[in-house]
């Protein structure tokens, strides 16, 4: 009785083992998980195309004439942009931007402010120098379509108003700046640039003067 009893538990312990070793871990079926890279929202190596708009602070430079001291304007900028990316690190960023300029001036016996449209196209180099913050720099193609001169008399305190050059004038300048990344579509842009030649001006009592222009405003950027 005591042989059954004791084959019987052996037995019994066997199966068991045999169970558990069946049924254990590794035949268990494995459960794969996907594990999807972190997207990195500055690395974006797709061609953009976008839209930008902002302020114009412009003014004149190196006007080579005692009497004459000017002053800032505000004005607006406003176009189309392209980011083309060449590595991770560079890209090819050309505009197209419609751009007001000119400065005011306080003459002998009169006050004076010009106004001038430009068509402007920059065409940029763009350096993402640490992730989200990049630096432009390159030369720009920019193209007079009309200006607006104003005198204001101080003696009769009278107006006058004309038209100056219409599209026949066209310059090369140079521009730098920065752009900060507040994500994948909207960047806050910053510029500065300036003619490399000097305009010059039809009036007796101007002198010539290169353009300058502090420019500030939000990019956005489509896929």
Request: glycine content about 8%.
């Amino acid at each position: 009785m005591k042989k059954i009893i004791f084959l019987a538990i052996c037995l019994f312990t066997v199966g068991t083992v045999s169970a558990q070793d069946y049924y254990g871990p590794r035949h268990r079926p494995r459960r794969y998980v996907r594990q999807e890279r972190p997207h990195n929202r500055y690395n974006d190596n797709q061609v953009k195309v976008g839209i930008t708009g902002g302020l114009n602070l412009a003014n004149s430079l190196d006007a080579y004439d005692s009497r004459f001291s000017s002053s800032t304007i505000a004005a607006f900028n406003v176009g189309l942009t392209l980011d083309v990316p060449v590595t991770n690190y560079f890209s090819f960023a050309p505009e197209l931007l419609f751009s007001q300029k000119g400065f005011s001036a306080d003459l002998e016996n009169a006050h004076f402010t010009e106004r001038t449209n430009y068509i402007d196209v920059p065409l940029l180099a763009k350096f993402r120098l640490v992730p989200g913050f990049n630096f432009l720099i390159g030369p720009q193609l920019t193209f007079l379509t009309s200006q607006q001169d104003t005198y204001r008399d101080f003696g009769s305190n009278a107006i006058t108003r004309f038209n100056g050059h219409e599209g026949d004038q066209s310059y090369v300048a140079g521009v730098i700046g920065v752009s900060f990344d507040i994500n994948r579509n909207v960047e806050i842009r910053g510029r500065y640039n300036i003619d490399l030649a000097r305009n010059a001006s039809n009036e007796a009592d101007l002198p010539d003067f290169r353009n300058q222009v502090w420019q500030i405003g939000l990019g956005f950027k489509f896929q």
